[in-house]
């Protein structure tokens, strides 16, 4: 079945930096555009990027333009997610998921904390 784990978050004070992996299984991975979603407390989740399924084609939202970087690695079935210039509001819970056959599916999450 569909499986997508993510890993790489923590605690980062402001300004550094974490590079947040998701390793899918249980569907052709290479196929499939993916997305990373968060969700801070008390707040919806909201999509951050987005690449497409060979990668040439990336989207973020604006207020992570230019500090995220979006990329994935087809031959290992991963999806990164690089960080910098973290900043407080930056804090969630960091989600990847893929919709196949018509169903979005998600990890379990990875906690990222910003704060000194």
């Known amino acids: 079945q569909v499986q997508l784990v993510e890993s790489g978050g923590g605690l980062v004070q402001p300004g550094g930096s974490l590079r947040l992996s998701c390793a899918a299984s249980?569907?052709?991975?290479?196929?499939?555009?993916m997305n990373w979603y968060r969700q801070a407390p008390g707040k919806e989740r909201e999509l951050v990027a987005g690449?497409?399924?060979?990668?040439?084609?990336?989207t973020y939202a604006d207020h992570v333009k230019g500090r995220f970087t979006v990329s994935r690695d087809n031959a290992a079935d991963t999806v990164y997610l690089q960080m910098n210039s973290l900043k407080p509001e930056d804090t969630a819970v960091y989600y990847c998921?893929?919709?196949?056959?018509?169903?979005?599916?998600w990890g379990q999450g990875t906690q990222v904390t910003v704060s000194s």
């Open positions: 998921t893929a919709r196949v056959a018509g169903i979005n599916f």
């Open positions: 690449i497409s399924s060979g990668g040439g084609s990336t």
């Open positions: 249980g569907f052709a991975f290479s196929a499939y555009a």
